[in-house]
């Protein structure tokens, strides 16, 4: 099984960048999915989620900026990131979030004032 994050990187205040999280070994389009992140000294939180059916969730600091989606027949999670904010800054990683548990490695984005 392996959960394979990318997209991250270094971004202006403001601007956008779109994660992707590739599932493999696993039956995908069964799994609630989540992304978490981590800012530095911070705990990891619960970023967005997406049930098997479509359905969302959102922590409130993103609401309105960030989306998740999903594509069953790649076998892939999203995460669109506009306006951008400092705060945003962290690790950002992927999680099964029904089922057996599964993390992705994580990655990295970071937000320039």
């Known amino acids: 099984v392996q959960l394979q994050a990318s997209g991250g990187g270094l971004v202006q205040a403001g601007g956008s960048l779109r994660l992707s999280c590739a599932a493999s070994g696993i039956g995908f389009s069964v799994y609630d999915m989540g992304w978490y992140r981590q800012a530095p000294g911070k705990q990891r939180e619960l970023v967005a989620r997406i049930t098997s059916g479509g359905g969302r969730n959102y922590v409130d600091s993103v609401k309105g900026r960030f989306t998740i989606s999903r594509d069953n027949a790649k076998s892939t999670v999203y995460l669109q990131m506009n306006s951008l904010k400092f705060e945003d800054t962290g690790v950002y990683y992927c999680?099964?979030?029904?089922?057996?548990?599964?993390w992705g490695q994580g990655t990295l984005v970071t937000v320039s004032s």
């Open positions: 999680r099964t979030e029904s089922g057996l548990d599964y």
